[in-house]
């Protein structure tokens, strides 16, 4: 069985014995760990460090070994440019976003959000969506996390992603995903850097097409189906990895 992963919000560095900061001490306590077991962590910046634990009174402690350089990202990068979903799904999509190596996720306050976030309320979506990314980082072997930006509008979410291959999904766009990367790799413009734009439930407003259109975004489909919105980009970002053997 692997050793446990966990993240670190302190930075570690190799051949140091660290204190825990406390709400990571008491998740390895409530896990049951014993002093003498293996731990690996990693603060976010790439790598992990395994470490054997001890305590001493309150304080768990881990003697860090030699750094290790592993990572798990795919080999370009992958934005999700996520309007805000209904309850809890955003949750979910940004769980599976981790899972399947996309670099950021950006919430869109788009017209048609159920969801509307703002002030404390929104401060503490942000750090529970922090907690999300953390914790399935450590399940999913990532060393580096996701990164994840304050809910914007459309217009700003594209304004801050590369110019190039930015997609829209829309069940109504004359193209496939699958045919817009045989194109591009027909044309011999690389794909390095993606953008995948979905809509909320009740899909983008016009408004919000059109102003995509006029920063240069394509409009593509998955397929013949009408997918949700929580299931429509981690489906195209699990397709375009497989797409451009990422």
């Known amino acids: 069985m692997a050793d446990p992963r966990f993240y670190c919000s302190e930075p570690v560095f190799a051949g140091q014995e660290i204190v825990l900061p406390t709400p990571l001490a008491h998740h390895i306590r409530v896990r049951r760990l014993e002093a003498g077991d293996t731990v690996v962590l990693f603060d976010g910046r790439g790598g992990e460090i395994a470490g054997t634990l001890s305590f001493e009174g309150k304080k768990t402690l881990v003697l860090l070994g030699q750094h290790s350089p592993r990572e798990a990202e795919l080999s370009g990068q992958i934005t999700l440019i996520q309007a805000l979903p209904s309850g809890d799904k955003m949750d979910w999509i940004i769980e599976k976003a981790v899972e399947l190596g996309v670099h950021r996720v950006i919430p869109v306050a788009a017209q048609r959000s159920v969801l509307k976030l703002s002030g404390a309320r929104l401060?503490?979506?942000?750090?529970?969506?922090?907690?999300?990314?953390?914790?399935?980082?450590?399940?999913?072997?990532?060393?580096?996390?996701?990164?994840?930006?304050?809910?914007?509008?459309?217009?700003?979410?594209?304004?801050?992603?590369?110019?190039?291959?930015?997609?829209?999904?829309?069940?109504?766009?004359?193209?496939?995903?699958?045919?817009?990367?045989?194109?591009?790799?027909?044309?011999?413009?690389?794909?390095?850097?993606?953008?995948?734009?979905?809509?909320?439930?009740?899909?983008?407003?016009?408004?919000?097409?059109?102003?995509?259109?006029?920063?240069?975004?394509?409009?593509?489909?998955?397929?013949?189906?009408?997918?949700?919105?929580?299931?429509?980009?981690?489906?195209?970002?699990?397709?375009?990895?497989?797409?451009?053997?990422?």
């Open 123 to 246: 401060e503490k979506r942000l750090e529970h969506w922090h907690g999300v990314i953390a914790s399935a980082s450590e399940q999913c072997g990532r060393n580096r996390l996701m990164h994840l930006s304050a809910p914007q509008s459309l217009e700003q979410a594209i304004g801050t992603t590369a110019p190039g291959h930015r997609l829209l999904c829309d069940p109504e766009a004359d193209h496939t995903l699958a045919e817009y990367v045989a194109a591009s790799q027909q044309e011999q413009k690389p794909i390095d850097v993606l953008s995948l734009l979905i809509g909320p439930e009740g899909g983008w407003s016009p408004e919000e097409t059109a102003a995509a259109s006029r920063q240069g975004v394509t409009n593509i489909k998955f397929g013949l189906r009408v997918l949700r919105t929580e299931t429509a980009g981690l489906a195209l970002a699990a397709a375009a990895t497989a797409l451009l053997n990422w």
